[in-house]
C-alpha cells in the first residue's frame, strides 16, 4: 500500500533534524519532494507511478512508496560516471563507455521524468555510443525510453541523431556526412547541433579534410558553447591537434589549456596533460 505523502519525514530543518546532513546531500543525488524532504536516489526503485524504497534507508521502511508526481526536482552533482562516460564516447571509446553509463544510469532510471535529473543526459550519450558502436536496436530501444521519459518534446531529438551515426557499413563517407549536416541546423537544439558537428569534424579528420574539419571543431566552441562543456572540451582537443600539424603551437596550446579545465576529471583531461607536455 502506498503511504500518504506527508508520512515522508522532514530531512533538512532547523539545526540540521533529520537523518541526512549536507555532507550527505552533497554526496550523492537526492530526490526532493514537495515541501522539501528528501531521500537518497539510490535508495528507489520504480513500480509502476510509484517510487518504492528498496534497500535500506534510515526513517524509511523497505517496501514504503510515495508517487512519482509527488517529486519535485533532483538535487546534487552530476555523477562522474555520466561526465567520464561522455568524456569516453567524445574520446572515441564508445564500447568503455557503455560499460561505465550501463550500472549508473540503472541506478537513476526512477528519476527519468523528475526535473533536475541526470538519466536523460547519460542515456542520451549511452545511445550515441551504442550508434558508434553499430547497435542499431540498442539504439532505438535506448531511444524510445528516452522519448517515453520526456514525453512533451515528441520524439527526442538526440533519436535522428544517433540514427545518422549508426548508418551501415556500407555508407561512403560523403553519405555519413551529409546525414550529420542534417542534424546541423537552425531547427535542431544546440545540443543537438554541436555534437552533429563534432562528428562531422571527426569524418572530416577521418578522411584528412583537414580544412574542413578544424572549422567544425572550432564552430562546435564557437557557434555551439553552451552544448555541452565536455564537448568542448572534445572539440578543442581535436581541434588543436590540426593546429599543431600546422605549427600554431600557440593556438594549440591555448585550447588543450581550456581543455583541461572543461573536463576535470575525464579521460579528456588527461588526453590534455599529455599534450601539454608534447607540445613543451
Known sequence: MMLPFFSVRPVLMTGLVGAFSLTAWADEPQIVFRG??????????????????????????????FALEAADHIFGERPAAVSQGIALLLSGKPVDAITLLE????????????????????????????????????????GKEITEATPAQGMDPFVPLAKALVLTPSATVDERIAALKEMNS??????????????????????THNQEALEAFLTVTGVYP????????AAELAAADILSGLTRREEAVALVNSAARNAPGTVLAEEAKRRLDSLK
Open 226 to 233: 553552451t552544448g555541452s562543456i565536455i564537448l568542448n572540451a
Open 103 to 142: 550500472p549508473v544510469l540503472a541506478v537513476h532510471r526512477p528519476s527519468a521524468k523528475i526535473p533536475g535529473n541526470f538519466w536523460v543526459e547519460g542515456a542520451r550519450a549511452m545511445m550515441l555510443a551504442c550508434a558508434l558502436d553499430g547497435k542499431g536496436l540498442k539504439v532505438d530501444a535506448i
Open 36 to 65: 522539501g524532504q528528501s531521500v537518497p536516489l539510490a535508495s528507489f526503485t520504480l513500480q509502476g507511478t510509484n517510487l518504492v524504497i528498496s534497500a535500506p534507508t534510515e526513517g524509511y521502511v523497505e517496501g514504503q512508496a
Open 186 to 207: 537552425s531547427e535542431q537544439p544546440a545540443a543537438v547541433s554541436a555534437y552533429a558537428t563534432f562528428f562531422l569534424g571527426r569524418l572530416h579528420k577521418d578522411a
